[in-house]
């Protein structure tokens, strides 16, 4: 593992530590659950069982970050799914757009849109609508690259000062300062960062 890669993990634990302990991590709709080590898998980037390692689950209001379970162990890489007539070579997926849904849809996460490129390791933004053509079109596949890696995505535009950056990506030019009736910012993963002052 490089320093700077081992660096970027310590900051992110680092992180989670502090937003664990803040008042905003107990709303309803927050999560930031504990991690268990994940061993490194052939074929699979480096970054995602790194960072992985660290937690299971990020949620906010907006988005919610899962680790993929294909990951979870050697045999569930090994039993993974893989379509081959996937555009986009089959993605993992590590990012919702949740939008408060009610948790009790069973297994629904949201829909997907921040995708981990399994050959290069590199984060990028697709919408669903988009990935559904591009099955049909696959010569005109057009995504947000982050270019970063899953750790460095996770330091900087999950838990750090490019966040706003990334709700600007997936969510549109004015959902990260949108307020509801009380003054409030709606976005309550913006909140807890706030309080965490990593933005």
Not at 28 to 45: F, I, K, Q, T
Not at 116 to 141: C, K, M, Q, T, W
Request: net charge negative.
């Amino acid at each position: 593992m490089s320093d700077q890669r081992a660096d970027a993990l310590s900051k992110i634990q680092h992180k989670l530590d502090r937003l664990r302990r803040l008042e905003g991590a107990q709303a309803p709709d927050v999560v930031v659950s504990a991690g268990e080590r994940l061993h490194p898998l052939e074929g699979a980037p480096k970054d995602v069982t790194a960072v992985f390692s660290l937690f299971r689950v990020l949620q906010g209001s907006c988005l919610r970050f899962v680790r993929p379970e294909s990951i979870a162990s050697a045999e569930a890489w090994q039993d993974r799914e893989d379509d081959p007539e996937c555009p986009l070579g089959t993605p993992l997926d590590i990012g919702f757009m949740h939008l408060a849904m009610p948790d009790a849809i069973p297994g629904f996460q949201g829909e997907p849109v921040i995708r981990v490129d399994r050959e290069d390791g590199g984060v990028y933004y697709l919408n669903g609508d988009d990935y559904a053509f591009y099955y049909s079109h696959p010569e005109e596949i057009e995504t947000w690259e982050f270019d970063v890696g899953a750790v460095e995505f996770f330091n900087d535009f999950v838990l750090g000062r490019q966040y706003p950056e990334l709700i600007e990506v997936v969510m549109g030019p004015d959902a990260f300062d949108r307020r509801d009736r009380k003054g409030r910012y709606v976005d309550t993963w913006r909140r807890l960062l706030e309080q965490g002052g990593l933005l």
